[in-house]
């Protein structure tokens, strides 16, 4: 009788900072019943992975299931495996972090379940050739990786029966390959379909292996799958197949396989990932290109020979398509550096909490965007600074401050300034307009300036296509699935697609037509007359006092064809949360010059329709005071917003100014729901009508206080 080993693998993860009703639904809907069921087929053999982020969620909310996992363990059911502890992409985070993340989750593992796993599950399944060196130094012997890697490197489905090992450096690991039909049959196609994959890699050695591993998620979480996999009993069903077939389907461990299998031989693969994620790393008009092709071998029946000669992009990428990834990214580099050049004492309590909000910070999911949110969620990436800051803030207090730092921070060839002190943080980008790219106040933890541009993606020409997800919910005679469907969550929600030219930050120099109106600046109908905005700034000056740090920009530049030299005078308290920006605008020429200047701030307080988050002035709220509202402010010299829930204030006021603009920054990007905007910042500007003669000159002071 020919014969078969099967490993099936469940990844189940959260991301920190996600909403605690999401974790439960995923318990309730997936977690919990995907266990229950299991319990009941005790020869159903399983490798389960948590990541620590829902480890440490279950053990305060459902330490049941903990309870459960354990008493599967030791009776030989579940193998439980290891990874980073907060599920970062190990390959882009420092080495000491990699093995300190994965030696976490491990001691977890064993204090829980009372073993030391053997291997692990890498994140995003994003691979770079020297990571066996870092599996290998965290004591890890395995992982798991689609196959589609190792067809990039040559080998083909009948190669795939089995496991490889791979080296870097003289450092093995061995590496599985989820095969491709498995996924596609697990959970959405009727068990026996399994059987039949299964089947077709049988031998009569009983040598070959076939693996299945994935999201726990689509076991429940995912669009109509809780229905499918547990009302309409397909998991029942599948373990019943399984065992009913047992006398030629052995389930194994990974571990196990290592143990009883030979590897297939020895293999060097790319840098990959998942195909799915490699296209979402392109840049928006390859984006649409990769599609293109896709579509054309499609039609003509050669995707499936040579689909494996077609890969997207590479996901550090995803640094240079998303500045705001890239800020996140070299933050957490800053802090880790940071926190191992200290010198704690090797039981440092103060240096595990620095450790631990670091690690967390380095979690994936806000790090880059695909068919889900992502980098797109606010609260996601409200987590990761936060985190950072909390890091940083253990780490004040062994440094000396206040600090200027002139450093390419973001690695883009240009330095960058770097201000921090212990109640705030200010960078500034000189080669980009002297902007101020963030702004972290340290007593709530929070980068006020942690928002997203409005920039294109390469799924934006679906837009005008997408189905209101009403009308196809109402629509009887719609016979399409929905998974074949572009749906939105807003009606004609292509009509509010906009897009800036610049980065959304702070201090940000426009100059405006005279007669440029707000309803034209929100949507991007307007031209600068001036060529400040994200052009190169000289640092001319820099003075550091008793109580504050003094930098001073200029740029010589044009305003309708003149020139115009304009001066920033940044001054930074070093005690209180306190920014005052004088602007200095000298005509070189004998033409008087008529414009706007409008200098625009943005700030990410995360939800703009919330009564506890809202715009005020000297009188109280505003008449539309939602973080959300457009408006104007005539013969105003200050403008508020308050946020409540995180008990910040900022006040902006400047003595000079004509008007105050406020806007919101909402962006649309593409969910597992559908098209849908997010509320990403509040963007303020101060404008001054200027007809310049000789100079005009302007002071804005920002102060942000905490709220007792």
């Known amino acids: 009788m020919k014969k078969i080993k099967f490993a099936f693998g469940i990844h189940n993860h959260q991301p920190i900072g996600n909403f605690d009703f999401v974790f439960e639904e995923a318990y309730q809907k997936s977690y919990l019943p995907f266990l229950q069921i299991l319990k009941k087929h005790p020869s159903i053999k399983i490798s389960i992975h948590f990541t620590g982020i829902l480890i440490d969620w279950l053990e305060e909310h459902h330490p049941e299931l903990l309870s459960m996992v354990k008493e599967m363990v030791e009776r030989g059911q579940l193998e439980v495996m290891s990874g980073a502890y907060y599920e970062p992409i190990i390959s882009v985070i420092p080495e000491s972090d990699r093995t300190g993340q994965i030696r976490k989750l491990s001691a977890r593992v064993e204090e829980l379940f009372g073993y030391r796993p053997a291997g692990m599950w890498l994140a995003e399944r994003v691979w770079?050739?020297?990571?066996?060196?870092?599996?290998?130094?965290?004591?890890?012997?395995?992982?798991?990786?689609?196959?589609?890697?190792?067809?990039?490197?040559?080998?083909?489905?009948?190669?795939?029966?089995?496991?490889?090992?791979?080296?870097?450096?003289?450092?093995?690991?061995?590496l599985f390959p989820i095969n491709k039909h498995l996924r596609y049959t697990i959970p959405f196609q009727d068990p026996q379909e399994t059987i039949e994959v299964l089947k077709s890699a049988a031998n009569e050695q009983g040598s070959s292996?076939?693996?299945?591993?994935?999201?726990?998620?689509?076991?429940?979480?995912?669009?109509?799958?809780?229905?499918?996999?547990?009302?309409?009993?397909?998991?029942?069903?599948?373990?019943?197949?399984?065992?009913?077939?047992?006398?030629?389907?052995?389930?194994?461990?990974?571990?196990?396989?290592?143990?009883?299998?030979?590897?297939?031989?020895?293999?060097?693969?790319?840098?990959?990932?998942?195909a799915e994620m490699m296209h979402w790393a392109l840049f928006p008009p390859t984006f649409r290109k990769y599609e293109d092709f896709e579509h054309i071998l499609a039609d003509k029946n050669l995707l499936e020979p040579y689909g494996i000669f077609v890969r997207g992009g590479f996901w550090r990428n995803f640094m240079s398509k998303y500045p705001e990834v890239n800020v996140m990214h070299k933050k957490m580099l800053r802090i880790s550096q940071m926190v191992h050049q200290q010198n704690f004492e090797s039981a440092d309590k103060e240096k595990n909490r620095a450790l631990d909000h670091l690690w967390a910070a380095q979690c994936n999911c806000p790090y880059w965007h695909g068919v889900f949110g992502g980098l797109y969620l606010s609260h996601l990436r409200f987590a990761i600074f936060n985190n950072l800051i909390e890091a940083e803030k253990i780490l004040d207090r062994r440094r000396d401050l206040p600090l200027i730092e002139h450093v390419d921070f973001d690695a883009d060839g240009h330095e960058e300034i770097l201000?921090?002190?212990?109640?705030?943080?200010?960078?500034?980008?000189?080669?980009?307009?002297?902007?101020?790219?963030?702004?972290?106040?340290?007593?709530?933890?929070?980068?006020?300036?942690?928002?997203?541009?409005?920039?294109?993606?390469?799924?934006?020409?679906?837009?005008?296509?997408?189905?209101?997800?009403?009308?196809?919910?109402?629509?009887?005679?719609?016979?399409?699935?929905?998974?074949?469907?572009?749906?939105?969550?807003?009606?004609?929600?292509?009509?509010?697609?906009?897009?800036?030219?610049?980065?959304?930050?702070?201090?940000?120099?426009?100059?405006?037509p005279a007669d440029c109106?707000?309803?034209?600046?929100?949507?991007?109908?307007?031209?600068?007359?001036?060529?400040?905005?994200?052009?190169?700034?000289?640092?001319?000056?820099?003075?550091?006092?008793?109580?504050?740090?003094?930098?001073?920009?200029?740029?010589?530049?044009?305003?309708?064809?003149?020139?115009?030299?304009?001066?920033?005078?940044?001054?930074?308290?070093?005690?209180?949360?306190?920014?005052?920006?004088?602007?200095?605008?000298?005509?070189n020429s004998t033409k008087p010059l008529s414009f706007l200047f409008a200098v625009e701030f943005n700030y990410g307080l995360q939800a703009?329709?919330?009564?506890?988050?809202?715009?005020?002035?000297?009188?109280?709220?505003?008449?539309?005071?939602?973080?959300?509202?457009?408006?104007?402010?005539?013969?105003?010299?200050?403008?508020?917003?308050?946020?409540?829930?995180?008990?910040?204030?900022?006040?902006?006021?400047?003595?000079?100014?004509?008007?105050?603009?406020?806007t919101p920054v909402e962006t649309i990007s593409l969910s597992e729901g559908g098209f849908e905007r997010v509320y990403q910042s509040s963007a303020v500007l101060m404008v001054y009508k200027v007809d310049l003669q000789k100079q005009f000159e302007c002071v804005i002071r920002q102060k942000v206080e905490w709220m007792e």
């Open 419 to 512: 201000v921090e002190t212990a109640v705030h943080d200010a960078y500034f980008k000189p080669d980009q307009g002297a902007m101020l790219f963030e702004y972290d106040f340290k007593p709530a933890g929070k980068n006020l300036l942690d928002t997203m541009t409005r920039r294109v993606e390469g799924y934006h020409n679906k837009l005008k296509e997408a189905v209101y997800v009403e009308d196809f919910e109402n629509d009887g005679s719609q016979t399409a699935s929905i998974h074949d469907l572009v749906l939105s969550k807003e009606r004609d929600l292509y009509k509010k697609l906009k897009y800036d030219v610049y980065e959304r930050r702070s201090l940000i120099d426009h100059i405006l």
């Open 128 to 174: 770079e050739p020297n990571l066996p060196t870092s599996l290998s130094a965290a004591g890890m012997k395995y992982t798991i990786l689609d196959d589609t890697h190792f067809k990039y490197a040559g080998l083909e489905d009948r190669d795939l029966e089995g496991y490889f090992l791979t080296e870097d450096l003289g450092n093995t690991v061995a």
């Open 608 to 662: 703009g329709q919330a009564h506890d988050r809202y715009y005020y002035n000297e009188q109280g709220k505003l008449e539309h005071f939602y973080l959300n509202s457009s408006g104007v402010l005539s013969g105003a010299r200050m403008i508020g917003l308050k946020d409540e829930y995180l008990r910040i204030d900022i006040r902006l006021t400047s003595e000079q100014a004509q008007e105050i603009w406020r």
């Open 517 to 587: 109106t707000l309803e034209q600046f929100e949507n991007g109908e307007y031209r600068e007359t001036g060529d400040f905005y994200n052009q190169p700034y000289r640092l001319i000056n820099q003075t550091r006092q008793k109580d504050r740090i003094e930098l001073q920009f200029k740029r010589d530049g044009l305003v309708q064809g003149k020139p115009v030299s304009l001066l920033k005078m940044v001054s930074i308290n070093t005690r209180a949360a306190e920014l005052e920006i004088t602007y200095r605008l000298t005509n």
């Open 209 to 274: 292996l076939l693996v299945f591993a994935d999201d726990g998620e689509k076991f429940g979480v995912w669009p109509n799958t809780y229905r499918h996999v547990y009302e309409e009993g397909w998991l029942e069903n599948f373990f019943k197949a399984l065992e009913e077939n047992s006398d030629w389907i052995e389930m194994v461990h990974f571990s196990e396989a290592l143990e009883i299998l030979p590897p297939q031989g020895k293999i060097y693969l790319p840098t990959a990932s998942y």
